[in-house]
């Protein structure tokens, strides 16, 4: 999925922080997100999905979603946070919507720029956004050092730097997914995958409930599993079954956080799992620790 939104309008930073930190912290803020690793490796655990911030990489969460940060090997990281708010409303758009919007509104403000006496076109202010982001890391980096030196010395006008350092790398993070999205093939094979992949990924999230195979996808998709499990390979570098099954445990690990008086085996049952002791093994494999350890740990951990 893509995060679209407008910043014709200078966004509004309600609040900027950087922290060190090594526990477990869960949460939804009424403002919009950006958060980027200084130093180290996290978990961020959102819409169903956890990904992995290393050193350079972003993450944008918007405004009402919960997520979960976890450590990684206990390990501390240093993260940047910016809450905003934006007089647009954030869109989220497939990659085939966002890929066709990009194509048309460049191909529209280069015909203007050709009808016009001016050399420069400024209507493109849509920020287009993927949940994690491993684009620009260094000239990322580089704008985040100035939004640190800012948060170390307070004065009056540091609120309008750090707006439009925000803006900086939200242009950085956008061009780069405009121009995957508007590649050479954009217009053809992305709108193609991404249309089965959306529809695929929607069964998913309304039966992981129930066992799925891949032939339940394939059925609803309307093709051939060797064509699921390309356009799968070519989109998320895995296979339909290991996407179903990470899927599940992601969620097995929110139940796990928000429901620690659930048992596992009632947690393995709720999630299509026939077998407890399967179900355990699977965790164990994905995640490095078994499902008791994780429940334990990620709700004992210092309050501090």
Not at 32 to 61: H, P, Q, R
Not at 167 to 193: N, Y
Not at 203 to 215: A, F, G, L, M
Request: net charge neutral.
């Amino acid at each position: 999925m893509v995060f679209c939104f407008d910043i014709s309008a200078l966004p509004k930073i309600e609040n900027s922080y950087i922290v060190v930190r090594n526990n477990t912290w869960k949460a939804a803020d009424p403002y919009n997100i950006l958060m980027v690793s200084l130093e180290g490796s996290c978990n961020i655990a959102t819409d169903g999905k956890e990904y992995v911030l290393s050193k350079g990489d972003s993450i944008f969460i918007p405004a009402e979603q919960s997520y979960t940060r976890t450590s990684v090997d206990d390990s501390m990281c240093k993260l940047l946070y910016v809450h905003f708010s934006t007089a647009h409303k954030v869109e989220e758009k497939s990659f085939a919507d966002a890929a066709q919007q990009i194509v048309l509104k460049k191909r529209s403000l280069e015909e203007s720029l050709l009808n016009s006496n001016n050399l420069f076109v400024s209507e493109m202010t849509d920020i287009y956004l993927m949940a994690h982001s491993d684009f620009e890391k260094d000239k990322v980096l580089e704008v985040c050092s100035k939004i640190e030196k800012l948060l170390k010395n307070y004065k009056a006008d540091n609120y309008l730097y750090i707006a439009v350092y925000l803006c900086e790398i939200l242009a950085l993070l956008s061009t780069s997914v405009s121009e995957k999205l508007s590649s050479a093939d954009a217009d053809t094979q992305i709108v193609e995958v991404t249309h089965h992949l959306k529809k695929a990924v929607w069964y998913i999230k309304q039966n992981y409930s129930k066992k799925i195979t891949v032939e339940d996808l394939c059925a609803y998709c309307n093709m051939s599993q060797s064509q699921l499990t390309r356009y799968f390979k070519s989109e998320f570098s895995t296979t339909p079954n290991r996407y179903i099954t990470e899927f599940k445990i992601n969620r097995a690990k929110e139940i796990f956080l928000n429901s620690p008086e659930l048992s596992i085996k009632t947690v393995s049952s709720d999630l299509g799992f026939d077998d407890q002791h399967y179900f355990s093994r699977i965790f164990t494999k994905l995640s490095g620790e078994t499902p008791t350890e994780y429940r334990t740990r990620v709700n004992n951990f210092p309050r501090k």
